[in-house]
């Protein structure tokens, strides 16, 4: 007969019982597994990692001692598992929620600190490559009476390249006076009014 559950005898006695006897050890032990090695006529009891000499005929309560503390061991690795296991989820969680569906290239520090180019000062440089970029500022000028055309451009500098061409096909590049009055504004000027939207002004700065 086998039994898958622990037994509660009640604290009532084992009586004429006797330990399990082997030539050998049992295979797959657990922790306060016992049993009386009949060739060497001693009995041992499993620790947990190995088979220890006990030494001394067992008595009842001792037997019993044994076993409440294999099922204190097992209850203690029983928490540890759960807490380990608890620990692990809430671990995966955080990081998940850190990556946040992040594509597999860029879903570690490693792999984001080589997208930055291992810069340190990543907005800086950023805002220093922003300030040196080329602005530009485009407008349509004609009305058919008008010659001279004064230009908001809003660059905040003087070191403009103005190009004047023509708003239709096929586009040829004009030439008119050019006059950079000041950082922000440049005025054109024509021997002849333009026609109604005839001319398109690109300032580049």
């Known amino acids: 007969?086998?039994?898958l559950t622990n037994l509660d005898l009640s604290k009532n006695e084992i009586q004429n019982a006797r330990i399990q006897n082997l030539a050998t050890a049992p295979s797959n032990p657990v922790a306060g597994q016992i049993y009386f090695n009949s060739t060497d006529k001693k009995f041992y009891g499993y620790n947990g990692s190995g088979w220890v000499d006990l030494g001394q005929v067992f008595t009842g309560d001792s037997i019993i001692s044994l076993l409440n503390a294999s099922?204190?061991?097992?209850?203690?690795?029983?928490r540890a598992d759960a807490a380990?296991?608890?620990?692990?989820?809430?671990?995966?969680?955080?990081?998940?929620?850190?990556?946040n569906s992040a594509p597999s290239t860029l879903d570690t520090l490693q792999e984001l600190a080589n997208a930055l180019g291992n810069d340190p000062n990543f907005a800086t440089t950023v805002?220093?490559?922003?300030?040196?970029?080329?602005?530009?500022?485009?407008?349509?000028i004609g009305d058919g009476t008008t010659t001279t055309f004064t230009l908001t451009h809003n660059l905040n500098t003087q070191d403009?390249?103005?190009?004047?061409?023509?708003?239709?096909?096929?586009?040829?590049?004009?030439?008119?006076d050019v006059q950079i009055?000041?950082?922000?504004?440049?005025?054109?000027l024509f021997a002849t009014a333009p026609s109604s939207n005839q001319?398109?002004?690109?300032?580049?700065g």
Request: aromatic share 8%.
């Open 71 to 78: 099922s204190i061991q097992a209850d203690a690795q029983s």
């Open 127 to 140: 805002t220093n490559q922003l300030a040196l970029r080329t602005k530009k500022y485009a407008a349509t």
């Open 160 to 176: 403009v390249v103005v190009t004047v061409r023509e708003n239709a096909s096929p586009y040829n590049v004009v030439f008119a």
């Open 1 to 3: 007969m086998k039994f």
């Open 199 to 204: 001319y398109r002004v690109v300032v580049i």
């Open 84 to 99: 380990l296991a608890e620990a692990k989820s809430y671990t995966d969680t955080k990081i998940a929620n850190l990556v």
């Open 181 to 188: 009055t000041d950082t922000n504004n440049i005025k054109l």
